[in-house]
């Protein structure tokens, strides 16, 4: 299979490519620098030129809390135009399969507890991150879109927290886990007495090891159309990716205070949000179609921080 990664350079994005090397698939990639995803004809002109036999939309702007409050026209915008841009131009281009990566954040805040596929579009979204998850919400509506018009088999795969080689540790416009690693990794490291978390900690969240969300990607991609079919619908055609298990960010804080070797004060810092108060997937669909996660949390963690030991120079330079 010949096979473009879009945002191949990114956690997920790279994750998948080692997985798409080690079967011995040819892969199609572009850095940001030599192809503009937000340009419709360097991306019309892209695909035409390689004629890809599949498609895997791993590309976004991505960000946490304070990255999505204040640069919220850049990842509507940027998001919305990668998605249409991708989509259309792999359809103009006669790719049939394609995979769109998309987020759990595309649910309401509010949601039933496990969240399932069905509660798409049933209430009001987190404010944080709204402008993110309606392109994401948009990127799913594409895919069905186009699969319904024109015969496409374009699926999507909505996973939960990610975490994992190659995360973004910036302090401040990184998710919650790398920059909590990294805040317990400093404060271990120049003997601070306390570390101060945002929010009141009693937020539950799930947490996915990309090599697992790589797995499961691929997985979902190669399913038999008639399995594919027969377990989602034309206008509800995503799949939930996740462990099924969630943590409070207390409890995540301090067992990364532990794998960091950090022995001081842990509090929190209630005047600043929280964000959605409990974030855990129905992950039954994948389940039945026969996947599930196989990396638990704490292993997981300690070989991201291990990871992060071997990389440090790189992500303490990114201030």
């Given at each position: 299979m010949k096979i473009f990664v879009a945002g191949h350079r990114g956690m997920v994005g790279s994750a998948i490519t080692r997985k798409l090397e080690a079967r011995g698939d040819e892969i199609v990639a572009r850095s940001r620098n030599e192809l503009d995803l937000c340009n419709q004809r360097a991306v019309r002109e892209f695909m035409q030129a390689e004629k890809p036999d599949r498609?895997?939309?791993?590309?976004?702007?991505?960000?946490?809390?304070?990255?999505?409050?204040?640069?919220?026209?850049?990842?509507?915008y940027d998001n919305l135009m990668i998605e249409a841009n991708i989509v259309h131009q792999a359809y103009e281009a006669g790719v049939q399969s394609l995979l769109f990566l998309g987020s759990s954040c595309i649910y309401p805040k509010l949601a039933n507890q496990p969240m399932a596929e069905d509660a798409l579009l049933t209430g009001g979204?987190?404010?944080?991150?709204?402008?993110?998850?309606v392109a994401k919400i948009a990127g799913i509506k594409l895919c069905e879109s186009y699969n319904r018009q024109y015969g496409t088999d374009y699926r999507s795969v909505?996973?939960?927290?990610?975490?994992?080689?190659?995360?973004?540790?910036?302090?401040e416009n990184s998710h919650v886990l790398p920059a909590l690693m990294r805040r317990f990794h400093e404060a271990a490291r120049e003997g601070v007495d306390e570390v101060v978390v945002w929010g009141t900690g009693t937020p539950m969240r799930e947490f996915l090891h990309v090599d697992d969300m790589a797995e499961a990607s691929l997985f979902v991609m190669d399913l038999d159309r008639e399995t594919y079919l027969r377990e989602t619908s034309p206008m509800q055609s995503h799949i939930n990716v996740g462990t099924g298990v969630d943590v409070t960010i207390r409890t995540l804080a301090e067992t990364l205070a532990q794998i960091t070797g950090f022995k001081g004060r842990i509090t929190?810092?209630?005047?600043?949000p929280d964000g959605t108060p409990r974030k855990l997937l129905d992950v039954s669909r994948l389940a039945r179609m026969g996947w599930k996660a196989a990396i638990p949390l704490d292993q997981g963690l300690k070989d991201t921080y291990d990871w992060f030991l071997d990389t440090e120079d790189a992500h303490l330079r990114k201030v």
């Open positions: 498609v895997i939309l791993a590309a976004a702007k991505v960000g946490g809390i304070h990255a999505n409050n204040t640069r919220p026209g850049e990842f509507i979204l987190e404010s944080t991150n709204e402008p993110y998850a909505m996973p939960t927290n990610l975490y994992g080689p190659g995360d973004n540790f910036h302090p929190f810092d209630s005047s600043k």
